[in-house]
């Protein structure tokens, strides 16, 4: 099954943007809101580079276990402003899931990527999760990324697809060995 992330204010330098979530192809998921602006690689679950970001914002380190993998494909853009709403999109998807599996709604990681309205749905999406005790594994490639930039430069909408098909749920207690025969 594949989806489309719509996303809301995320920040770029000194700009702040917002990401909304919704489906590829319709469907309404709720909003989720970010601040700062990233950076990172292509390459699946690899942490933040502080390259392109400012130099006086200290972003976190943010670690996905092998039994996840997120991937982004085509994540990348000439435009300077463009790349560093998808490095926060990206970072803040990836802060979401390492919460899910840490059992974390409360996780510092994403409340950096969110403004309060948004850290508080992201609290809630969380729970979803680990209300019942669940963590997700497997894989999940993010694609399709869209980037539109308001005229002033204050505000931008990030939407992207995901496809969910090799992406799973299991209760936290399932051991590794478990998990790793999922996986493959």
């Given at each position: 099954?594949?989806?489309r992330a719509?996303t809301?204010?995320?920040?770029?330098v000194?700009?702040?943007?917002?990401?909304?979530?919704?489906?590829?192809?319709?469907?309404?998921?709720p909003s989720?809101d970010?601040?700062?602006?990233?950076?990172?690689?292509?390459?699946p679950s690899?942490?933040?580079?502080?390259?392109s970001?400012?130099?006086?914002v200290k972003?976190p380190?943010?670690?996905l276990?092998?039994?996840?993998?997120?991937?982004f494909?085509n994540?990348t853009?000439?435009?300077p402003v463009?790349?560093?709403?998808?490095?926060?999109?990206?970072?803040q998807?990836?802060?979401?899931y390492?919460a899910?599996i840490?059992?974390?709604p409360?996780s510092?990681?994403?409340?950096?990527?969110d403004?309060k309205?948004?850290f508080?749905?992201?609290q809630q999406w969380?729970?979803?999760?680990t209300?019942?005790n669940?963590?997700?594994i497997?894989k999940?490639?993010?694609f399709a990324?869209k980037?539109?930039?308001?005229?002033n430069k204050?505000?931008?909408s990030l939407?992207?697809?995901?496809?969910e098909?090799k992406?799973?749920?299991?209760?936290?207690?399932?051991?590794?060995?478990e998990?790793?025969?999922?996986?493959?």
């Amino acid at each position: 099954m594949a989806r489309r992330a719509l996303t809301t204010t995320a920040a770029m330098v000194t700009v702040t943007a917002a990401l909304l979530l919704t489906a590829c192809g319709g469907g309404d998921s709720p909003s989720d809101d970010i601040n700062g602006a990233g950076s990172g690689s292509s390459s699946p679950s690899a942490p933040a580079s502080s390259s392109s970001a400012a130099p006086e914002v200290k972003r976190p380190v943010i670690k996905l276990p092998s039994s996840f993998q997120l991937t982004f494909e085509n994540w990348t853009s000439s435009g300077p402003v463009e790349q560093a709403v998808l490095n926060d999109g990206k970072e803040q998807l990836r802060a979401g899931y390492a919460a899910i599996i840490e059992n974390d709604p409360d996780s510092k990681d994403r409340a950096f990527y969110d403004t309060k309205a948004g850290f508080l749905q992201s609290q809630q999406w969380i729970r979803t999760y680990t209300d019942k005790n669940l963590t997700v594994i497997g894989k999940l490639p993010v694609f399709a990324p869209k980037v539109s930039i308001a005229k002033n430069k204050t505000a931008a909408s990030l939407s992207y697809c995901t496809d969910e098909s090799k992406g799973y749920t299991t209760t936290q207690a399932m051991n590794v060995q478990e998990i790793q025969s999922i996986n493959r």
